[in-house]
Structures are given as C-alpha cells and as structure tokens.
C-alpha cells in the first residue's frame, strides 16, 4: 500500500465505514456465519426474525435456518447455496459495515471478484471436516490478486470436530504455508461455529484453549485507516458545474489523497495548471478534503475541462499512458476474450477504445500455475497487454485501487465483460529492443518465420514524463493557409485490388488542385518506419499502429493523407479511427473479387504464397475482414480507375 502522512481526526470518523466480503467453498457455512453475525448483534427486526421461522418450518427445519437472510435468490433458497453477491449493511455502536456474502462455487468467480472489488477485509471460511479445499486457496488467490489489505481465516463447524484444537492447528498451519506465497499482508485465524455461535459475536465457552478475539471483535478492532492512500491526490471529474456565469465547478468524487485550498494542481490530459481557490460540499466551503468525498473544486484560473479529465497535485502526477500490463478476470458467459475485438474500457470516470493485445499467460487461481493462452473464459483470470486510443491516467493497482482498477465493456451490448487490476506502464528499453533483434537475426528469422510462428514485436519503448507541445500555429490556422480541411482517406482491400493505384492517381489531382496532399503506402513504410515488423497478427496489429499515429500528426499538420494498406482486421481500423476527430478519418473500401485479385496478382504475392514461400498471407491464409459501414465502397471489378479517382474526389467535395 502506499504510505500515507497521518489522518486529521476528522477524516477517522468519517471512515468509520468497514466493506467485507465472505468467501468459502459450497456449504462452508457463509450465509449461516453472517445470519448469525446480524442475529447476535440485535440486527435483525421483528417482521424478518418471524419470516425467517416461517420459511424455516417450511422447509423441515427444526431451527432458524439463519442463512436465509443472505440467500436471497428463489433458486438459492431452493438449492441451498449462494448464487449472486448479497449484499447486507449493519452497524455497531463501533463501526458501520457493509457485507458482501460472495459465491463460494468456482462456476460464479467473477461474483466474488465484483463483491471483493471495494473490501478492505475478507473472511475466508474453512469447513473444519474437510480442512484447506482447493476453493479455499482459491479465494484466498483472489484476495491477494485485489489487494485486500486484511483477510480473516474463519474455521467453522468446530462444534462438528468436538472442539479439537489439534485439528484446528493443523488447518491454520497449512493455510499459513500456502499463504506465504500470496501478497497478504494481515492473516488472522479464529475457530468459530457459525450454528452455535462460538467466537462470532460472543465468546466461546467450548474453546477455552483459544484465547483471541471473536470475529465481530476483529471486525469493530482491525485498522483500516492506514490502508488508505492519502499521499496521491487523485480526483477524476464527472461532471461540470455551472449553475450561473458567475460560478464554473468541477464535481467528481476523491479516488484518493487529500487537496486543500490554495494547493497547485495540474490538470490532466491539458497539463495546465492552476490552483485551488475553493472546496464545496453541498453548503459547506472546507479547507480541505479527502479520499472518498464528493466535492466540487473551483479554481483560480479558466481551464478547459470535461468529464474524464483529472486533477491532481502539480509534484504528484500519475502515469499518463495507452500501453499498459494488467490483470484481467474474464467475466463474459457469451464470448471468449477476443484479441482481434475492440472493446470499450471505463477507468475512474474516462471511457475508451480499446484493444486487448497480447495474453500473457492464464493463471491458474487454484495452483498459482502460469500456461500460455489464446484466450480467457468466463471465470479465467490472466495477465495481459492492452493498448487504449487516449492515454489513461493511473497508478499501480497495488498502491491505489481506484486509479489502478478498470472495467471491459462490449462495444455493441454494453454488458460488462471483464474486470482488470492495472500493473504498471508497458515499457521498453532501445537496448532492449536491439537485443531481441539481435536474437532474431541470429535464429535466421525472417519475415516470413515470424508469420509462421505467429510471434508478436518486442515490447517498443513508451516515453515518460511528456507533455504535448501544441505549438503557436494551430489547426484552424493551418486549414486558412491551405484552403482547406484536412482529412485522412484510409484505402482498404485485398492485394491486387488497386489501392495504391487509386490512391497515386489521387494525390496527383489533389497536388494539381494546390492542396497539401501526401500519401503512406505500406511497402514504402516497411522500408522505414515498420522495418523491424513482420506479418504475423500482432505485427500487422502494430504497424497498423504507427500508422496510424504518422497520419494523426500529419493530419494536424493540414495535410490530406493518404494511407494504402491491406489492413485486413475490423478492429485494428477501428482503433486508428478513433484516433481522429468527427470527419477526419474516412474509410474506403477498395473491393475486388479474390480470382481478379489472384488474376493480377501485381507483385507476384499470390503465386509465392500458393508456393509456400510465404505465410498467413491475406487471401491465402488469413481472412479479410470487410468494413461494415465504409465511408466508400469502389468495385474494381467493375469500375476502371479513372471512375474510381472521381468517386474519391466527389466524396471529399461534399464534405
């Protein structure tokens, strides 16, 4: 965690708030541990205690079934476990608490990571019969890969083992060994029985031999304050405040740190800065505030600022970058992790594109065991490379959850698919680089054994501590000179269908009309720019990349750009796309039939590939993914050249 200054007494009470979650293989007694949690603190009213005894006697049982209070769901009730997170509030005259009863089954590991996602402490329950499961490994796994700073091991149904500390001794030495190689900070062990209600709220008077609090003791005692981060002012913006011209507010609620007034900060991503000039919490004006508040900041200056922005202390600013490492639990029961698909990732309060790149390895939650991976099912966790069209700002998960956590999104259902833990910045060294090169060359790799072998690129160096610099001629000044807008005409299809045909014929109408006009084809930036790159997926993925990135600083520069490539992935277009405003990118689709494409075969690309002298080439081996909604479709087949170069001109014509 973070190291953290010392806390006003004020920020304490306002933190009196402990969020756990219960964790436990199928009928290790989760449900009854917290029904009787709620029943022996006097938590439970009248009207429930009188259901409960009704639903009981329903169901043939001589006593109050207390797990009924968390076993929400008909389908539980009915099979006797835990389906979806349950979530319950109580209070002490100690502590607030907020409950997350998680499910113990490995079927339903992605509700455990939903309801262990906010929790400062999570209660592992061990059934005493059967001792350390590979479920209770499991969550105990989970818990260190969310960084639960505190974990209770409870081990329950002592009243079944006649008591035995010998057998409770044995339990909690095997879990201390196998925890050792978890990131568990704070691991306490407590025999209860959860039936009974030995050690829960009160103390047992079957243990004499154990002599240390009850788990509702833990719970009111364990210090969560020094858990919290208040060294990294983070403060993502929701929403913008303007109820009059005289008052301009920023709202969003404190991800973590502490601001006070008159404190220096820097907006991200502008880098402007500014200071403080005033705190509101509904009609209240502090001087200071602090993790987990939800203010609205004023500042002394006009600083153009929206939703997904983030302010932070001017000496203290976070990794501001599109690459970086991440672990991620698949939660998706439809789809596998497609690492050809765009997804959309929500991050504090920033939404984008983005692009799972590379798996890592898939982790197996229940051994520690690593293995390589094309994908993650539901419930799989791994490790992985992600690449976003606008920079994140974000900490380390391990020293700040908020800014160090984030969500998948399906672009074209909006359901939530997976949940990542971000591990820090994707970075490189040029050293780095021309070591692997080196070990390329001498393997006798080419080109072609990379597409065979289907190997990605060498992690490229990512620069740190920038800023962008805008200069003093911008784009409207730019687009005055030149007469015109400028634009980014991207030309898709297969070899052989005349792309760059097309596009030189273009770009020589454009020049002749006086605009500025330049043209990127593929093989001249594989010449260059993209020479170290082969032709496997994750190499097309990354050449698509620069691309992308030489025509959007082209493009500010007033140019039109004309960019030839196969290009054959929907995802990877749609990622350079996003990387251009509103009318800047246009996509034409340059369609051509694969026998006339073969017929021509210009570069003799088909007939070598047939030959087996190269592979996973378009075509061929790999598919080609036609767009589904291009800006302009033009058929080779059945228009000549000249009909094309004016279909390109009209396009741009009409805006």
Not at 40 to 61: A, N, P, V, W
Not at 197 to 211: A, E, F, H, K, R
Not at 289 to 303: F, K, N, P, R, Y
Not at 478 to 493: D, E, K, S
Request: glycine share 8%.
């Amino acid at each position: 965690m973070a190291p953290t200054h010392a806390e006003p007494a004020t920020i304490v009470r306002e933190r009196d708030l402990l969020r756990f979650t219960t964790a436990g293989s199928v009928d290790d007694g989760k449900s009854t541990l917290i029904g009787r949690l709620l029943f022996d603190s006097k938590q439970i009213f009248q009207d429930q205690m009188e259901q409960l005894e009704t639903t009981s006697k329903l169901r043939g049982e001589e006593n109050v079934n207390l797990a009924l209070l968390t076993d929400g769901l008909r389908s539980e009730r009915e099979q006797g476990i835990t389906i979806d997170v349950a979530y319950r509030y109580f209070s002490t005259p100690t502590r607030k608490f907020i409950i997350a009863d998680t499910p113990g089954h490995e079927q339903y590991t992605r509700n455990m990571v939903t309801g262990a996602s906010t929790a400062d402490l999570a209660i592992i329950l061990i059934d005493a019969r059967n001792g350390v499961l590979t479920q209770s490994r499991r969550h105990g796994i989970i818990a260190s890969l969310l960084g639960i700073p505190h974990v209770v091991v409870c081990v329950n149904k002592m009243d079944l083992m006649d008591w035995s500390q010998a057998r409770y001794e044995e339990i909690i030495h095997e879990y201390r060994e196998f925890a050792r190689k978890l990131n568990i900070h704070d691991l306490t062990f407590i025999p209860v029985s959860a039936l009974m209600g030995d050690n829960v709220v009160d103390p047992s008077t079957n243990m004499p031999w154990y002599d240390g609090a009850t788990l509702l003791h833990e719970l009111e005692n364990v210090t969560i304050a020094a858990d919290r981060n208040l060294v990294d002012f983070r403060f993502p913006v929701q929403y913008v405040v303007r109820p009059h011209q005289d008052f301009r507010g920023f709202a969003g609620r404190i991800a973590s740190g502490t601001i006070r007034v008159g404190e220096e900060i820097t907006v991200l991503p502008s880098r402007r800065t500014s200071c403080v000039r005033g705190i509101h919490i509904h009609d209240d004006t502090p001087e200071e505030a602090w993790e987990g508040q939800s203010v609205v900041l004023t500042l002394d200056d006009e600083i153009d600022i929206s939703r997904g922005d983030m302010i932070v202390r001017s000496r203290n600013v976070p990794e501001v970058q599109s690459e970086f490492d991440a672990t991620l639990a698949w939660m998706d029961d439809r789809h596998e992790l497609d690492t050809r698909r765009q997804y959309i990732l929500q991050h504090t309060t920033r939404t984008t594109r983005a692009t799972i790149d590379e798996i890592v390895y898939r982790l197996d939650v229940n051994t520690l065991h690593r293995s390589d991976a094309a994908s993650l099912a539901l419930n799989e966790i791994g490790r992985v490379k992600i690449t976003t069209a606008n920079p994140l700002f974000f900490d380390a998960y391990d020293r700040n959850r908020d800014t160090g956590g984030f969500v998948i999104i399906d672009p074209h259902d909006f359901r939530t698919v997976g949940a990542g833990m971000i591990r820090h910045a994707s970075q490189g060294t040029m050293e780095a680089l021309r070591r692997d090169e080196r070990e390329r060359r001498l393997a006798g790799a080419s080109d072609t054994a990379d597409a065979m072998s289907g190997s990605g690129t060498p992690a490229q160096p990512v620069s740190r501590n920038i800023t962008r610099d805008p200069g003093l001629v911008g784009l409207e000044d730019r687009i005055a000179r030149n007469g015109h807008r400028p634009v980014v005409l991207w030309f898709t299809g297969l070899s052989g269908a005349g792309k760059s045909t097309i596009a030189r014929e273009v770009e020589k109408r454009l020049f002749d009309a006086g605009r500025q006009v330049t043209r990127l084809d593929g093989d001249n930036l594989r010449h260059g720019l993209s020479a170290d790159l082969g032709f496997s997926r994750a190499d097309r993925r990354e050449n698509i990349r620069r691309v992308g990135q030489v025509a959007r600083l082209l493009h500010d520069a007033g140019l039109i750009v004309l960019c030839t490539f196969v290009s054959p992935y929907r995802e990877d277009r749609a990622l350079v796309r996003a990387l251009f405003p509103e009318g800047g990118f246009r996509e034409i689709h340059v369609q051509v039939s694969l026998a006339e494409a073969r017929r021509r075969d210009p570069k003799g690309l088909y007939a070598r590939a047939d030959a087996g002298e190269i592979a996973g080439f378009t075509g061929v081996h790999e598919p080609f993914e036609d767009p589904e909604a291009p800006d302009l479709t033009i058929d080779t087949d059945s228009q000549d050249v000249a009909a094309a170069v004016e279909a390109v001109l009209a396009m741009l014509s009409e805006g």
